[in-house]
């Protein structure tokens, strides 16, 4: 399956989605750093992927939304593994209370905008300099349903995954002309400890395969979704041959105000 090479940075890859994507960049080839941050649990998986695909693995104890310790963790990655080719800002939190936004604890909902929106932020600003330098690389931010739409009992994801989907948007933008892309994956619905402790899903059993967000991932590090910049794909319902086949016009797969109707003045 060797069919990719470089060096992914993959956050939140101590279990979960990032775990999965781990090994399976691992298995096609990548040597792949993984960033969390409790450090025995990341050391433990990365050693595990290490020894079942024979790739190459890297743990990096870090936070993301602490910016000395990604500056650290970036560092330590480009002097063990090379330059990193593939981003994947995976890492972040769900609403621990599941309550209307007034009953929201503001610290905790701070929290959880900040894993994902500060988070990206910061691995952005560190790694990608380097990208635009080589004039190379991709960025993948884990997108979700809960970012186009309001979630009344997840406020606080509803609000970071669209802020997120906002900075794959204007980084996309600012990238133009370069060889460097950036994108929204949605996942669908893994099974991990992330939706085992949501209520909205239990009971749920239709769980999207994990190696389903593997191969979309796989595919956008191999740069044969480069046209999808700045946009949203999901794994489990886009198929990949047409996602190869088609290029997106004007705002598709983009967030927009909806008209009303022709006589709209917005739209
Ligand atoms: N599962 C789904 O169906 C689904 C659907 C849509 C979108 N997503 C998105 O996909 C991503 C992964 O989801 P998941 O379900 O695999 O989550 P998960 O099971 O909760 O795993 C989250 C991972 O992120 C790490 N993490 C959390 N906060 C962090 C921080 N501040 N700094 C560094 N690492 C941190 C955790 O390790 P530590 O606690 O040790 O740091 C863990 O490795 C998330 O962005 C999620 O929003 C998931």
């Known amino acids: 399956m060797g069919d990719l090479s470089g060096v992914a940075l993959v956050t939140g890859a ?9 090994e399976g960049l691992a ?24 020894a079942a695909t024979g790739g190459r693995t890297l743990a990096v104890a870090a936070d993301v939304t602490d910016r000395a310790s990604v500056e650290e963790a970036v560092g330590v990655v480009r002097e063990e593994l090379g330059p990193i080719a593939l ?6 939190l ?3 209370f599941e309550v209307p936004v007034w009953e929201a604890d503001p610290d905790q909902w701070w929290d959880v905008v900040s894993s994902h929106v500060r988070g990206a932020l910061l691995t952005v600003r560190t790694v990608v300099p380097w990208m635009v330098l080589r004039n190379s ?10 970012g186009t739409r309001g979630a009344p009992d997840y406020s606080a994801y509803s609000v970071a995954k669209t802020g997120l989907m906002r900075l794959t948007e204007s980084l996309a933008g600012a990238l133009e002309g ?19 402790s ?3 899903w239990q009971g749920f059993t239709d769980w999207t395969p994990p190696e389903k967000v593997v191969e979309l991932v796989a595919a956008i590090a191999a740069g044969e979704l480069d046209q999808w910049s700045g946009r949203f794909v999901r794994a489990g319902k886009d198929d990949l041959d ?16 909806q008209p009303y109707g022709d006589t709209d003045p917005l739209a």
């Open 14 to 22: 101590s279990t979960g989605i990032g775990r999965h994507l781990v």
């Open 178 to 196: 370069s060889d460097v892309r950036a994108f929204d994956v949605a996942p669908g619905v893994v099974d991990t400890p992330m939706t085992r």
């Open 198 to 200: 949501m209520h909205v």
């Open 137 to 146: 690389g991709r960025i993948v931010n884990l997108a979700s349903g809960m």
């Open 87 to 92: 981003l994947v800002n995976n890492a972040g």
């Open 27 to 50: 298995a096609r080839g990548m040597a792949v750093a993984g960033l969390a941050r409790g450090e025995d649990r990341l050391r433990t998986a990365m050693d595990e992927v290490a």
């Open 94 to 96: 769900i609403d621990e």
């Open 242 to 257: 047409v996602l190869r086949a088609t290029t997106p016009a004007d705002a598709a797969r983009q967030l927009r105000l």
